[in-house]
């Protein structure tokens, strides 16, 4: 038996049949309701060699084999449909779920960056880790509940921020991680916030996900913007101090580097207060470069994160499922498998689209 899936294979997509997947024990193999298109699938196939090379230098691990078919797609809401052997069948067929992308299987497969026999959400079938499924309540639109795991990312980059509540944060790079972030802390009762994007269209939708001053990089700076809204209105308030700063008169400061581009995390330094945090969320591709001058007179701390903890990925689904956040006006396109080559197209302009999710 075969199904339909995108394949990429040395950089390039094509729609084809492969073999659909078979479940091990405490697997269920599933049929794909939905699943959302993420920056890092543009990554894999537009800088695959070099993902490649940075997860074999520092990790010593092959994410995937460039010159072999793999089926992209770990953004996820499915269908069970088979229980493998040694399942608990807590969640009857017919089940909708959510699911961390991962076999926990003796060598753990990270799906969407497998082969053909373990195939990410690119294809008509899966196979899911039972202990992992979370049911999907009937409120949940199954593309929205594939939003839980850029969601979790954000979640994620948000914790490693570890703000306070006088903390004033900037958000650098309003696409689909940076916009959860500032849904994230609109949540958490965290602001003003700051956000900033060249893209008018991403900038409204800061603004209507919680976002308290939006700017244009080109036309204004986000860090004078912050020390329009950190003004410390008492001593308490104030941010950690150092000799060379004593008396800065505002706020703590988290800034959340969310664009992944050569550079962003030097104009960082450079504009960003004394003593604040930098939350590096953004996955720059190529080499980078900054000034370590500029970290150590402000004494800024540098936190660098990734992805997120089980505990994240279902925190995550709650905030979506409970109403708690609201994300569904990231989602400006659908597409079938016949149309993901157009919505990565498509997604190389921010004008055009934010999250596109592909329905099998």
């Not at 959510?98 to 497969?109: E, Y």
């Not at 990089?217 to 001593?235: G, I, L, V, Y």
């Not at 060379?244 to 030097?266: H, K, L, N, T, W």
Request: overall charge negative; aromatic content about 6%.
């Amino acid at each position: 038996m075969t199904m339909r899936a995108v394949v990429m294979q040395e950089g390039q997509l094509s729609v084809g049949h492969v073999p659909i997947p078979q479940p091990g024990p405490k697997e269920v193999l599933v049929k794909t309701l939905a699943c959302g298109i993420c920056g890092s699938d543009l990554h894999c196939v537009k800088h695959g060699p070099h993902l490649l090379a940075a997860a074999r230098d520092v990790t010593g691990v092959e994410l995937f084999d460039y010159h072999q078919p793999v089926v992209l797609g770990h953004e996820i809401c499915a269908e069970v449909l088979e229980h493998g052997a040694d399942c608990h069948r807590t969640l009857a067929t017919g089940s909708r779920v959510v699911c961390a992308p991962f076999l926990l299987r003796q060598q753990p497969i990270t799906l969407g960056f497998g082969g053909i026999d373990t195939p990410g959400g690119y294809a008509e079938y899966m196979v899911l880790t039972e202990d992992l499924l979370i049911p999907v309540p009937d409120s949940v639109p199954s593309d929205v509940a594939t939003l839980t795991e850029p969601l979790a990312v954000a979640l994620h980059a948000v914790n490693r921020g570890a703000l306070g509540t006088q903390d004033v944060p900037i958000v650098i790079g309003c696409g689909p991680i940076g916009l959860a972030v500032i849904a994230v802390l609109r949540m958490r009762g965290i602001g003003p916030i700051i956000a900033a994007d060249f893209s008018p269209t991403r900038r409204a939708m800061a603004k209507a996900l919680g976002a308290d001053v939006v700017v244009d990089p080109r036309e204004t700076s986000p860090f004078d913007s912050w020390k329009a809204m950190a003004a410390a209105a008492a001593p308490s308030d104030l941010g950690r101090q150092t000799a060379m700063f004593a008396g800065y008169p505002f706020r703590p400061s988290v800034v959340f580097e969310c664009v992944g581009s050569p550079g962003v995390i030097q104009q960082i330094l450079a504009g960003s207060a004394p003593c604040s945090k930098v939350v590096v969320a953004g996955l720059c591709m190529e080499a980078d470069s900054f000034k370590p001058t500029f970290a150590i007179m402000k004494e800024i701390d540098l936190a660098f994160c990734i992805a997120f903890t089980p505990q994240e990925y279902a925190e995550a689904f709650s905030l979506l499922a409970t109403g708690r956040i609201h994300l569904g006006a990231l989602i400006t396109g659908h597409v079938g498998i016949d149309g993901v080559q157009g919505a990565f197209d498509r997604l190389g302009s921010p004008e055009q689209d934010t999250k596109i999710i592909i329905v099998p």
